[in-house]
């Protein structure tokens, strides 16, 4: 069973950095694309950014240039810089997965991992 695995989320204040990481395990296939969403306090999930196998990446507009994706193809694993922070990307960061196999689309979601900025 696939299983994704954040880590590297906590408390930091206002201007400061995280490192998201995420683990894929189960699976000894890659996938077409990975990623991360949050969600805020009251919020709807939102899309972070997402990276294919090939490295194309796409983000969020208001988060371009402060945060930047990057992932492993071989480790199944991706990464979230995250720089400049600021209290409004207070919030649960998801990593995200998915894959097509026999021409049906599978979905993963991990757990979440939180990230807290404070003013």
């Known amino acids: 069973q696939v299983q994704l695995v954040e880590s590297g989320g906590g408390l930091v204040q206002a201007g400061g950095s995280l490192r998201l990481s995420c683990a894929a395990s189960?699976?000894?296939?890659?996938?077409?694309?990975m990623g991360w969403y949050r969600r805020g306090p009251g919020k709807q999930r939102e899309l972070v950014a997402t990276i294919t196998t090939g490295g194309t990446t796409n983000y969020t507009d208001s988060l371009k240039g402060r945060f930047t994706i990057s992932r492993d193809n071989a480790k199944n694993t991706v990464a979230l810089q995250m720089n400049s922070l600021k209290p409004e990307d207070t919030a649960v960061y998801y990593c995200y997965a998915w894959r097509n196999y026999l021409a049906r689309r599978y979905d993963y979601w991990g757990q979440g991992t939180q990230v807290t900025v404070s003013s």
């Open positions: 189960g699976t000894m296939f890659g996938f077409n694309a």
